[in-house]
Structure formats: C-alpha cells, structure tokens
C-alpha cells in the first residue's frame, strides 16, 4: 500500500529531524562549556593581575565581576539545554519506536501482497 509507504518515510523524516535537534543540543551544550571555561580562565587572570580575589572587596575589577555573571549564566543555560536534551531523547525514543511499528506493519502489508500475487499468477505462452 502507498499509504503505509508514506507512513514509513513520514516516521522516518521525524526521527532524523528528531536526532539533528539532539545534536544541535549537544553542540550548544558544548559551546556554551567552551565559552564558561574560557571566561574562567579570563576571570583567573584578571583577579591574577589585580591581586585582588574577594568579589566583595571594592576594588575587585569590574571586568571580573561581569566575566563571573555571564559564566554563571552560562552555566544556568548549560542545565536548561540538558533538560531539554533529556526531553529530546524520550522524543527520539518514542519517534524511533513509531517509525518501528510502521515498518513492521509496512513489511506485513509487502509479504501479504506477494503471498496474493504469488499464488494468482499465470503463465502466459
């Protein structure tokens, strides 16, 4: 049946489109884990060079204290996309799981068909 094929590429464009938001998640996460370390080892050097480590003492560099704010956000972000990840891979379970059952029932209907047109076919000659 077309309809069942159909099905089968429907289910199977769902799970690729499933898989590259999980890979985009992933990539995210990764950049944004770059990112947090490199303004750590930014913030190192700047208390480095201030001699001054105490976020709270008035002197600390504001370059600093504005480097720790966006890592710390950074980082608040990196827990939002792993959420999201988590949400993404039941998704893609469920997704693959569907695309599963349409194949099978898709496989079914194919030797269902062949086991018809086997036992009606006629020689012609």
């Not at 770059?34 to 600390?60: C, P, S, W």
């Amino acid at each position: 049946m077309k309809s069942r094929e159909n099905l089968v590429r429907l289910k199977q464009f769902q799970v690729n489109e499933k898989r590259r938001q999980l890979l985009q998640l992933d990539t995210m996460i990764a950049e944004f884990e770059r990112m947090a370390v490199e303004l750590e080892l930014q913030i190192t050097a700047e208390e480095k060079k201030a001699g001054i480590t105490d976020i709270n003492h008035f002197a600390y560099p504001t370059f600093a204290k504005a480097a720790r704010l966006r890592r710390d956000n950074l980082r608040n972000s990196q827990g939002d996309l792993a959420q999201q990840r988590s949400a993404a891979e039941s998704l893609l379970g469920e997704a693959e799981a569907e695309l599963s059952k349409a194949e099978m029932l898709e496989s079914r209907d194919t030797k269902v068909r062949e086991t018809e047109t086997g036992g009606r076919s006629a020689m012609i000659g």
